[in-house]
């Protein structure tokens, strides 16, 4: 009997603020398949928005994980970005025989055999509602932090390195939720 498959891909990994957020998702074959389907970067908000209530009804099972910004300045974003795909992996063990990452590292120590697809989150259905449940949920976080911070319009740009966040450090410096390990945010010279 083929394994179910659970497809992981994480949303965050450049931005200068915010949690890198990490989802995993395992669909059911026998249930009809969700139209529409794409990497998430390729998809307007909204777009993104319908499609996320649609995969966590059908999906067998799903896991989203985030991976704070005090984890991420510790042990850096890429180690941040594995242990996230571990514990993302973990929600979902119990019903996925295989997990099929996007992209061409594998985490070490995973619950299950695992495999590397370069370009997934364009390829592969799981991967691509990973891709959407990981955006989207990231998206609400930024949203949210703007509300406690408005200075850096983390709802428009949530957390890139856009010249209007880039002014925002220059006046106002970092905030609680900024990646301290980041240039240019490590980068005093800005403040």
Known sequence: MTPLVAGVDEAGR??????????????????????GLDDSKRLAPARREFLYERIVERALAYSVVFVEVEEIDRINIFQATMVGMQ?????VVHVAG???IDGNAL???LPCPAEALVGGDARDRSIMAASIL????????M??????????GFDAHKGYSTPYHLNALRAHGPCAH????FAPVAQGALF
């Open 143 to 152: 949203t949210a932090l703007h509300a406690e911070h408005p200075l850096y």
């Open 14 to 35: 450049g931005p200068l603020a915010g949690p890198v957020v990490v989802a995993a998702v395992v669909f059911d074959p026998a249930r009809p398949r969700i139209n």
């Open 87 to 91: 514990r993302a992996i973990a929600g």
């Open 134 to 141: 990981a955006k989207v949920s990231r998206d609400r976080v």
């Open 98 to 100: 295989l997990a099929r």
């Open 178 to 181: 900024h990646r301290r390990s």
């Open 107 to 109: 985490p070490r120590g």
